[in-house]
Every structure is written in structure tokens, then in C-alpha cells.
């Protein structure tokens, strides 16, 4: 929704958008330190130690020794001789996110959730009737510590760019304010790296054609920045001048939804590769089920023992329908790569270009009357 100002007299205002981010601190390595203290103090990966495992979480005292999430365990081992690896409780996350959900739900119903620790809040309206979204903000995470034990950091602005922004800000436990005589201002000293939406490869592209900080960026034409980076030139072209114009959606559904896991031992025969797809077959379509949810484009992703990385793909004119079909379409994309060249390290499932039931059906409907 567009924000237009205007100082003739009787043109009507639209008021400043006010948006929370909410980003809970080190959230399954925190989990893991409350519900055990022997934990609390020392550096916890969440995640496998074994040879092929991975790091899904850290908590701070890790990070200090560099560790972060989907690095290698052996890595992570290497560089903190003492982490302690913790096995992941998806489910006891899931239920700490449902309470910290409900705390949302006392103040706006205007909530779009972006992972299970993380979510933008539209406070410009809300049911406590408070005019400052700032100690909104405050009073939010304080029912988080209160109810759950555990921290978060908020950020508050005009727009969900600047949103997210500040609450990295002051990590852990932080609460920064992005005012709008600010925004410019805060991007332009930025580093293009730390925008939300620029990820390392966009980044290392812009740092080539000299382009470093937010005043860099600023200081490109929109034209320029859609030649080099196609659409997202556009968005890019509109942070840099701090302007976000995305309403928080509430109904906002995921881009892909995907599974993938890492083998005690390389896989190489057909058989064992259909075997090790099977689980995140399972865990793609109850996804799909629990979110009423069904996507057209179905990827296979492929991680050799040399890291080296392939996907193929396939896209239909109509959803997947059902699981069986979901295991078939990935089998026949998994023949493509047959025999395969070397070990199979990884495998993933991913179904993207989503929609719910509710639209599927009503594009049936169109086709009939």
C-alpha cells in the first residue's frame, strides 16, 4: 500500500505505516540453554556432530568462535574445540513459536510470520490502541521473556526493509527505531552486503561494478540496476532511497518448500537414492497438507562428494495433486542424472511456485463456466 503526502489543504493524509520485526535471539540454540542449564553459558550447536552433520543453530557464545548455521559440524568442531552439539526438538520449537504467535495476536491480526522465530507486526492500528509502535515493541518483548524465558530483538519503522534492519541492529535483546526523517540516512551508510534481499553473489556483483555502501546504490539509475540485475533492480533501486512500499501480508505463503539431508556415507546405486529420497518426499507433502498448499514446480537437488551441486526440474501446468505424484515426477528427475558420475553426499526435494487449495480450485471452476 502506497504512503502519498500531500499539503493542500482538505487532500486527505494516509498515515505513516508503523512495522515491528521481531527476530528471536539464537531461538533453538536459546530453546536448548533454558530447558537445560547445564548448557547456559557455553557454546551449543544445534544440529549433528557426527562427519556429515551440519549446524542449524548457534548460540552466542559459539558465534564468538565464528560458527554460524549451515556450516559444516567438523568446521564448527574446528574452529570451538568445546561446542556442545545439541540434536534438534522441531516440534518443542514449533510450540515455543505458537506461544510467542499468541503474544502477536494480543496486539494486531496484521502478522506475517517468516520462519518459526521471526515476523513482521503492522501496528500503524492496533487492538491495545497505543500510538507509539515503540513501546509496543518493548512491551511484546517483555511478554516473550516473561512467558517463554526467552529473548528477542525488535526493530520498528515505516517499512519492513528498515524494519528488518533494525532489529539486527542490537542483537541479542536489542530494540532500535528507524524514524522517517532517519531512513536515508541509516541506509546510506550501509554496506550493500547487509540490506535484506542482497545475498553474498548479488553483493560480490555490485562490489564489481563498484557499487559498496547504500550511497553507492543510491546513486544508480533504476535503468542501470534492471540491466545488471533484471527485476530486482527495481527493489534494489528503492531501498537504497529507504522505500519499501510491501504491506505486511498475513496470508503470505512460502516461495518453495523443501527437505533435504546429508549421508552418513555417499550414495551411488538408484535403489539407495530412491530410499534416501522417501523421507523428505513425506516431509514436502505434509507441508503441503498442514498449510493446504500445493506448488507446480517440483526440484530435485543433488550435492556430490565433492560438493559439487546440480537440480533439475520440472514444471506442470497444474499443481501436484498428491504425494504419489510428487514421487514420481522426482523419480523421473532423478533419472536423468543416472548413473551417477560420483558419491551422492546430499539429497533435497523442494516444490515451489506455491498456491493455496483455495485458489487451485477456484482456477478449476474458471475453466468450467
Known amino acids: ?58 548460540s552466542y557464545e559459539a558465534r564468538k568462535f565464528g560458527v554460524r548455521s549451515a556450516m559444516p559440524s567438523v568446521t564448527a568442531l574446528r574452529q570451538c574445540p568445546d561446542l556442545i552439539f545439541v540434536r534438534p526438538r522441531f516440534e518443542v520449537y514449533k510450540a515455543v513459536s505458537g506461544q510467542i504467535r499468541t503474544i502477536f495476536e494480543e496486539y494486531t491480526d496484521l502478522i506475517e510470520p517468516l520462519s518459526l522465530d521471526e515476523a513482521y507486526l503492522d ?41 528488518k534492519l533494525a532489529s539486527d541492529f542490537r542483537k541479542p535483546d536489542g530494540l532500535y ?14 554496506e550493500v552486503g547487509q540490506f535484506h534481499g542482497i545475498g553474498k553473489v548479488t553483493a560480490r556483483r555490485l562490489n564489481e561494478l563498484g557499487i559498496r555502501t547504500g550511497l553507492d546504490l543510491r546513486a544508480q539509475t533504476e535503468d542501470f540496476l534492471r540491466t545488471h540485475f533484471g527485476k530486482a533492480g527495481s527493489y534494489y533501486f528503492h531501498i537504497a532511497r529507504a522505500v519499501d512500499n510491501r504491506p505486511v501480508n498475513p496470508e503470505r505463503i512460502r516461495k ?10 555417499d550414495l551411488f546405486e538408484r535403489d539407495d537414492l530412491l530410499t534416501g ?37 520440472r514444471t506442470l501446468l497444474s499443481p501436484v495433486a498428491d504425494r504419489d505424484l510428487l514421487g514420481r515426477l522426482t523419480a523421473e528427475l532423478l533419472s536423468q542424472t543416472l548413473p551417477v558420475p560420483k558419491g551422492v553426499r546430499l539429497l533435497g526435494v523442494s516444490l515451489s511456485n506455491l498456491e493455496t487449495l483455495d485458489e487451485a480450485e477456484g482456477k478449476q471452476l474458471r475453466l468450467f463456466f
Open 177 to 190: 527505531v528507524i524514524k522517517p526523517a532517519d531512513g536515508p540516512g541509516f541506509v546510506e551508510t550501509l
Open 256 to 265: 518453495s518448500v523443501g527437505s533435504e539431508n546429508t549421508f552418513e556415507q
Open 123 to 163: 501496528v500503524t492500528e492496533n487492538f491495545p490502541g497505543m500510538p507509539s509502535a515503540t513501546q509496543l515493541a518493548q512491551e511484546i518483548k517483555a511478554k516473550i521473556r516473561e512467558r517463554t524465558g526467552l529473548t528477542a530483538s525488535a526493530g520498528v519503522s515505516y517499512n519492513k526493509f528498515l524494519a
Open 277 to 313: 529420497l522417501e523421507p523428505l518426499l513425506d516431509d514436502v507433502w505434509q507441508y503441503c497438507e498442514s498449510k493446504r498448499i500445493r506448488g507446480r514446480t517440483v526440484t530435485l537437488k543433488i550435492k556430490y562428494a565433492d560438493f559439487q551441486q546440480i537440480t533439475r526440474s
Open 1 to 58: 500500500m502506497k504512503r502519498y503526502f500531500c499539503f493542500k489543504k482538505n487532500v486527505p493524509v494516509q498515515p505513516v505505516r508503523k512495522i515491528i520485526h521481531i527476530d528471536m535471539d539464537a531461538f533453538y540454540a536459546s530453546v536448548e540453554q533454558r530447558d537445560n542449564p547445564d548448557l547456559r553459558g557455553k557454546p551449543v550447536a544445534v544440529g549433528g556432530s557426527r562427519a556429515r552433520g551440519v549446524v542449524a543453530a548457534a
